[in-house]
Every structure is written in structure tokens, then in C-alpha cells.
């Protein structure tokens, strides 16, 4: 592959938590970039295009390198996912056969696709098997993307946590430190949102040096752990009762997911497990 031009810009389509983070790091590694929301915020350095992306497109004025689409529903309804997803993936297609070097897509999805649920490992060559309709919108959206004729590649983060995302920090401060764990534990995945923009704009960086690129990685951290397992170790940091882990001795739901694709192209987490992602949140807050 060819390298890409250095100059021309990109394209964010969806400026939230994890698009502001990406336009932030995206800036910092020299490549410009071009903002498309609803509203009229941006971070610090980033062109506004105020759009909605569900609606066609206007003429953007300058050369794009690459497209992003990440996109946050109004809502969990499936209506909201058809918005934001399918409607948006048919007016981008359209805005890329418009242009005369047309950019690479890149599509901000979900582990959500992957439905497993008996404890196995999951890597981009499993099934995806959604359990739900927001789900099978997204595996929609993605294979809109995957058979049309544009260069793309989907980006799968699994929970992301971080700065103003304490919903476990919560839950384990309001379970008794003596609570007798659930039988229904389950495996979970997450990355932290500081290392999910990270990992696109390694990536971005990557294809823009020439590399080339699988059609879809997974952004998970090198740990996926029980529930319960997470749990008890953020009690235990703020009870300040450190203590070693139990062994996992029962066979457990949900799935692994599996970032050893993503560790392959040569990224390096600064969060690489729960541990080191909540014991930075705590010692912050």
C-alpha cells in the first residue's frame, strides 16, 4: 500500500467523549482534522462542520484521507441505532462515491456483534451473533459498509471506562464488602476510553505510513475478567483491604474477547487490565 498523503485531512463524524479524545490525539500526531456534529462544540483546533450525518451531506472543500464515523445513538432504542447507524452509513457511501480520491472508512462498532455466551475466546474471525436489535443493526451497518466498494475498516471496542464512566466504581460501592457474590457471574471486557482513542489513532497512523490493515480489530484490553473478580478489587482499593484474587474454579458465561490483533499491528495499552485502569481512576478521584 501506498502511503497517504500527509496533508489531507480527516474526517470525524461524531464528536462525543471517545471522538473528542480521537480529534485531540489525532491533532497531536499533525493530522488535521475535520469535525462534523449536530451541535457547535469542538475541541481545541478542529474545523467545524455542522451537520446532521443522517442527512446528505454538503461538499467538504479540501482533501480527506480518511473517514471516521464515530457515531453515539440519542438513545439505546432501535430507532435510535437506525439513525444513527444505517441512515448515517447511507448518506456516507454516497458523499464517498462523490469524491475524486475517495477516503478510507473507518467505522466505529461494537463487541456487541459478538453474542457468545459460554466463556469462549472471541477474535474478528468468529461469528458475529447479536442478541439484540441494536446488535443486528450494527452487524447490519458493518456489512453495509464491508460489501460496498470503499476501503474500511471496523473498529470494535468493548465497555469503555474511564474519566466520568464510574458506573462499576458505583455498583461496588453500594454492594456490601461481606455480600455473597451472584452464581450468575460472567466474564467482561472493557478498555479504557484514554487507550480505545489511542488504539484508532495508532491504527490511523499505521495506514497512513502504508501499512496494511485488516478489515476490523477488536479494541479490548489484554484481560478479560468476571465480573464479580472486578468487582471485588475496586472493594477492596477503596476499603484500602488489598487482597489475592481467588482462583476462577466454575465455569463461567458471557465471552473473552480477544485483542491479539490488535496487539500484532504494535500498539501498547497504557491500561492493559481492570487493575491498572481503576486503580488510575480511584487515585484520581
Known amino acids: 500500500m501506498t502511503k497517504t498523503n500527509s496533508q489531507a485531512a480527516l474526517l470525524l463524524v461524531g464528536l462525543g467523549d471517545l471522538g473528542g479524545r480521537i480529534a485531540s490525539l489525532a491533532q497531536q500526531a499533525d493530522i488535521k482534522v475535520i469535525g462534523m456534529r449536530r451541535g457547535t462544540q469542538t475541541p481545541a483546533g478542529v474545523q467545524l462542520l ?60 461494537s463487541t456487541s456483534v459478538y453474542g457468545q455466551q459460554q466463556g469462549e475466546w472471541v477474535d474478528e474471525q468468529s461469528p458475529r451473533q447479536p442478541l439484540t436489535d441494536t446488535a443486528r443493526l450494527l452487524v447490519q451497518t458493518e456489512q453495509r459498509y464491508l460489501q ?95 487482597q489475592a484474587e481467588a482462583p476462577i474454579t466454575t465455569a463461567l458465561g458471557g465471552k473473552r474477547i480477544s485483542s491479539a490483533r490488535l496487539a500484532a499491528s504494535g500498539f501498547v495499552w497504557q491500561y492493559p487490565d481492570y487493575r491498572s485502569g481503576y486503580l488510575s481512576m480511584l487515585n484520581n478521584n
Open 50 to 109: 455542522q451537520h446532521d450525518a443522517s442527512t446528505p451531506w454538503p461538499a467538504v472543500a479540501e482533501p480527506i484521507a480518511d473517514l471516521l464515523l464515530c457515531l453515539s445513538p440519542d438513545n439505546r432504542s432501535p430507532a435510535a441505532y437506525q439513525q444513527a447507524y444505517c441512515q448515517v452509513a447511507e448518506q456516507a457511501l454516497h458523499w464517498w462515491q462523490q469524491q475524486a480520491t475517495p477516503p478510507h472508512i473507518w467505522l466505529i462498532s
Open 148 to 242: 460496498s466498494s470503499a476501503p474500511v475498516t471496523i473498529l470494535r471496542p468493548s465497555g469503555l471506562y474511564g474519566p466520568g464512566r464510574t458506573y462499576l466504581l458505583r455498583q461496588a460501592q453500594a454492594t456490601a464488602p461481606d455480600a455473597k457474590p451472584p452464581a450468575d457471574d460472567h466474564y467482561t471486557n472493557r478498555i479504557h476510553i484514554t487507550d480505545a482513542a489511542r488504539a484508532v489513532v495508532h491504527l490511523l497512523q499505521l495506514r497512513r505510513r502504508g501499512a496494511t490493515l485488516a478489515d476490523s480489530y477488536n479494541l479490548s484490553d489484554t484481560q478479560p475478567a468476571p465480573l464479580q473478580q472486578v468487582l471485588s478489587f475496586i472493594r477492596q482499593q477503596l476499603l484500602a483491604q488489598p
